[in-house]
């Protein structure tokens, strides 16, 4: 194990280096194998690079002005985002943070390409997974009821946070009325609303899955959509609510298809899983896990212009504005690079809810 001692923000902080083998190790306690793998980072850079890896370390130092000095475990750290000249936003993996001051001039990831060392004030932000698969935290992917997340791009519970925890990091930020619980997050009907940047992902097959409780307003509240003027653009699309029944709808080559409307009904004052999929030409919806229409479009998407930022609760108007907002709750969004199956989808609303 290593020890670097180094001075950033006018602090000094010792953090250790430890080499991560790829290999078990016994645990201290009775011997017992630790199979679980280290975490991972997604480090943003602020040249808008992005670095992802394997954790070189095991513990961080930070000082805050609340609790002076502390030493936590990488695997207990959700996020460090807002790096500065002198402090920092911490958020752990319960929820809690704290505002903190980096004193090291660098830390470590193992990447692809070797062990990377990272000068602190080149980060921007990073972000944290641990275990599981794909990077997940231990019991998401059985929390989720997904039989496998591969192709996930987006994984967002917005369980207490808006982190993405598929690896990608794809967290999101809010605006307006937003209220973040511990399960799913609330939405004011008038300004509330998650944002960011594009996704790219429905070139070929998708699915679009997400839980949404819908306790009141009128008229159309989109859902989950990737917008900018919703007029012209290759790759908006569109995930809407309106008195009781439910549209989707994209941009592709030829221009606006309604893909589904009237595609089913959803009560109010519930919630219910609503998901999206295409597999070649067959497009299918399904509300909660049961499938509820289907169609064939001949029409093709082109991936590289789906470059509009995504949004959650709300939609955004010719001047670029946010509108048509959701007066309710939302939970548990996810994106895929595949169809999934209806039996991984009825699995999912069997052990899903928020």
């Known amino acids: 194990m290593k020890a670097f001692l180094g001075s950033v923000f006018g602090c000094s902080v010792l953090i250790f280096l430890a080499a991560c083998s790829p290999q078990t190790n016994a645990s201290s306690t009775g011997g017992i194998a630790d199979t679980n793998p280290p975490p991972r980072l997604t480090v943003e850079l602020r040249d808008g690079s992005r670095v992802v890896g394997d954790s070189a370390e095991k513990n961080f130092k930070f000082r805050s002005a609340l609790l002076g000095e502390i030493k936590l475990n990488v695997k207990d750290i959700r996020s460090v985002e807002g790096v500065s000249s002198n402090s ?3 958020t752990m993996a319960n929820g809690d943070s704290l505002t903190v001051a980096f004193v090291d001039s660098e830390f470590a990831v193992k990447t692809s390409f070797g062990k990377v060392d990272l000068q602190v004030n080149s980060v ?25 997340l591969t192709g996930c791009s ?5 369980h207490g946070n808006m982190n993405d925890f598929s690896g990608n990091g794809n967290d999101f930020s809010s605006s307006g009325g937003v209220t973040l619980n511990t399960t799913y997050a609330t939405f004011d009907g008038s300004s509330g609303h ?28 989109k859902i989950i959509s990737n917008l900018w003027d919703y007029h012209d653009g290759q790759g908006e699309w569109s995930l809407d609510y309106q008195n009781g029944s439910l549209t989707y709808s994209i941009y592709g ?17 519930a919630w219910h899983m609503l998901t999206v999929t295409k597999s070649g030409s067959n497009f299918t ?8 229409w289907s169609s064939v479009s001949s029409e093709t998407f082109n991936d590289s212009a789906f470059s509009n930022q995504m949004h959650l609760a709300c939609g955004i108007n010719t001047s670029g504005i946010p509108e048509q907002f959701v007066t309710g709750n939302l939970s548990m969004a996810a994106l895929f690079t595949r169809a999934l199956s209806p039996t991984e989808i009825s699995d999912a609303y069997a052990n899903q809810h928020p």
């Open 253 to 269: 080559n030829s221009g606006w298809v309604w893909l589904g409307q009237s595609v089913g009904s959803m009560s109010q004052n």
């Open 154 to 158: 987006l994984l967002l519970p917005l």
């Open 88 to 90: 920092a936003k911490l």
């Open 194 to 221: 998650l944002s960011h940047g594009a996704i790219p992902f429905m070139a070929g097959d998708f699915t679009v899955s997400i839980w949404v409780y819908i306790s009141g307003g009128s008229g159309d509240q």
């Open 285 to 292: 919806f399904y509300i909660d896990g049961s499938s509820s």
């Open 124 to 148: 921007r932000k990073f972000s944290v997974a641990v275990g599981g698969v794909g990077g997940h935290p231990p019991g998401l992917l059985a929390n989720w009821g997904f039989d496998s």
